[in-house]
């Protein structure tokens, strides 16, 4: 919406505002055309000084000469001239958008606090490293002799298979099948957490 011509004064330069605002109570939409022609720069000059952003502006002048054609009956001259009641009208409009959009915008930052993931500090996930350490010892502990030694000497001091077997003495599918079966145990322990 482009403001097409601006209002000077009150109704004093527009004596005929008065007349168009009745007539437009009454229905008559050309009465409000004209109105608007004549007091639309005005309207869309207060919501932009307001808001400061040109769509809200234009947004805020449609809600306002909606509530205009509405409320025209409602209008007093007793309490000031129609140009003053109408920018009172926009003006009223403009704040309230300002507050729904700072409303809208803090909405919208709290929801990203509430859900954004917090990262572990330091001390939680030394804490669980330990909890987690402290479980597979147990698990360990509770595995035969023969697989713990398979276990440890494949995975914590890195020798192949070959290497175990030959190093225990142990026949390769024997040794195969203790970490397998280890394995299993221990798998099946930490899971459950047990302790």
Same mark, same amino acid.
């Given at each position: 919406m482009h403001p097409n011509q601006a209002v000077d004064g009150g109704d004093r330069s527009q004596p005929d505002l008065p007349r168009l605002?009745?007539?437009s109570a009454a229905g008559d939409q050309a009465s409000f055309?004209?109105? !608007?022609d004549l007091?639309?720069?005005r309207v869309y000059g207060l919501a932009l000084r307001v808001l400061k952003d040109r769509s809200h502006a234009e &947004? +805020? *002048?449609q809600e306002s000469y909606l509530r205009y054609w509405q409320q025209a009956d409602q209008y007093s001259a007793a309490r000031g001239s129609v140009v003053s009641w109408m920018l009172t009208i926009a003006h009223r409009r403009s704040v309230d958008r300002i507050r729904s959009e700072e409303l809208y915008r =803090?909405? %919208? @930052? &709290? !929801?990203?606090?509430?859900?954004a993931s +917090? #990262? #572990? $500090? #330091? +001390?939680?996930?030394? +804490?669980?490293?330990? &909890? &987690? $350490?402290? $479980?597979?010892?147990?698990?360990?502990g509770r595995l035969t002799n023969l697989q713990r030694e398979g276990i440890e000497l494949s995975y914590f001091d890195g020798m192949t298979y070959p290497e175990v077997a030959a190093h225990t003495s142990t026949p390769l599918p024997t040794? =195969? @099948?203790?970490i397998r079966d280890g394995l299993?145990?221990?798998?099946?322990? *930490? =899971? $459950? %957490?047990e302790q």
């Amino acid at each position: 919406m482009h403001p097409n011509q601006a209002v000077d004064g009150g109704d004093r330069s527009q004596p005929d505002l008065p007349r168009l605002l009745a007539a437009s109570a009454a229905g008559d939409q050309a009465s409000f055309a004209r109105l !608007y022609d004549l007091t639309n720069a005005r309207v869309y000059g207060l919501a932009l000084r307001v808001l400061k952003d040109r769509s809200h502006a234009e &947004e +805020v *002048v449609q809600e306002s000469y909606l509530r205009y054609w509405q409320q025209a009956d409602q209008y007093s001259a007793a309490r000031g001239s129609v140009v003053s009641w109408m920018l009172t009208i926009a003006h009223r409009r403009s704040v309230d958008r300002i507050r729904s959009e700072e409303l809208y915008r =803090k909405r %919208g @930052s &709290e !929801y990203a606090n509430a859900n954004a993931s +917090v #990262p #572990p $500090t #330091p +001390v939680v996930e030394l +804490v669980e490293q330990h &909890e &987690e $350490t402290m $479980t597979l010892r147990i698990c360990l502990g509770r595995l035969t002799n023969l697989q713990r030694e398979g276990i440890e000497l494949s995975y914590f001091d890195g020798m192949t298979y070959p290497e175990v077997a030959a190093h225990t003495s142990t026949p390769l599918p024997t040794i =195969k @099948s203790r970490i397998r079966d280890g394995l299993r145990n221990l798998r099946n322990c *930490v =899971k $459950t %957490g047990e302790q």
